[in-house]
């Protein structure tokens, strides 16, 4: 195989394991057995997962990630439409490129924040990235009463912010909304670590004991993708 197929398919698995947090001993297995390891490694976690199509595209993607951007803005010259503004929007967001993602949702949006929730969700996550948290929650309040905003991710980056600006009752109450049994685990545990830090550490202590326990059930896909957030739990109840 030639040697430039080893390292794009090196790359993808690698790129696709820390994406699923998968099991630290797969990269080892990509790295020192780079073809035989890489195949497993496709076979195993790959193929039985995702539609071939989009596991050929992810490829590009890694071995060109400008390829998807530089044709999505083909795409918007040719045809300047709210949808192709947005998707360049979220190529750039994917790449980690956030001033750029929130300027094209900014020019998609043009002030309307009626007009998508959805955009109105990836630039708060984008500001926040950006450490922007006035605008954080001014977009935050312009889908507050959404019901789609309870409880959501959004609501999270919402009371985050909101500390930031020294509106710690008001982020507390927001950030509390994503302690929900079984899920949002790295979410509960960061509300465990504000709880501490305005002494309410019996609160805290409820949250990570709730995550500790749900550990203990969940399948093993699940164990892999949050073994880092449940060890972070055990190591910080272990300080309390």
């Not at 195949?39 to 989009?54: A, I």
């Not at 002030?111 to 984008?126: H, L, R, S, T």
Request: charged share 30%; glycine share 4%; net charge neutral.
């Amino acid at each position: 195989m030639p040697y430039f197929l080893i390292i794009a398919l090196q790359g993808f698995c690698v790129y696709h394991a820390i994406k699923n947090r998968n099991e630290y001993y797969w990269f080892f297995v990509i790295i020192f057995l780079p073809v035989l390891g890489s195949l497993v490694y496709l076979f195993t976690q790959v193929f039985n997962k995702r539609d071939l199509n989009v596991v050929q595209n992810e490829i590009v993607n890694v071995i060109n990630p400008t390829k998807k951007i530089n044709d999505l803005q083909k795409r918007l010259d040719f045809a300047d439409t709210f949808q192709n503004r947005v998707n360049l929007a979220d190529a750039w967001m994917e790449a980690g490129d956030y001033q750029k993602a929130l300027v094209e949702y900014e020019k998609a949006l043009n002030d309307n924040y009626d007009k998508d929730f959805g955009v109105v969700k990836k630039m708060i996550e984008g500001y926040y990235q950006t450490s922007q948290y006035e605008k954080v929650v001014f977009c935050a309040e312009k889908i507050v009463s959404k019901p789609e905003f309870k409880g959501s991710r959004s609501q999270f980056l919402y009371g985050l912010a909101l500390d930031k600006e020294g509106e710690s009752e008001q982020a507390e109450e927001n950030l509390r909304a994503i302690d929900q049994r079984y899920s949002n685990y790295a979410e509960r545990y960061r509300l465990a670590q504000f709880l501490v830090e305005k002494e309410k550490v019996e609160d805290a202590k409820e949250i990570l004991l709730e995550i500790v326990s749900e550990s203990q059930h969940m399948s093993k896909p699940n164990r892999n993708k949050y073994r880092n957030v449940v060890n972070d739990v055990n190591k910080l109840l272990a300080s309390l």
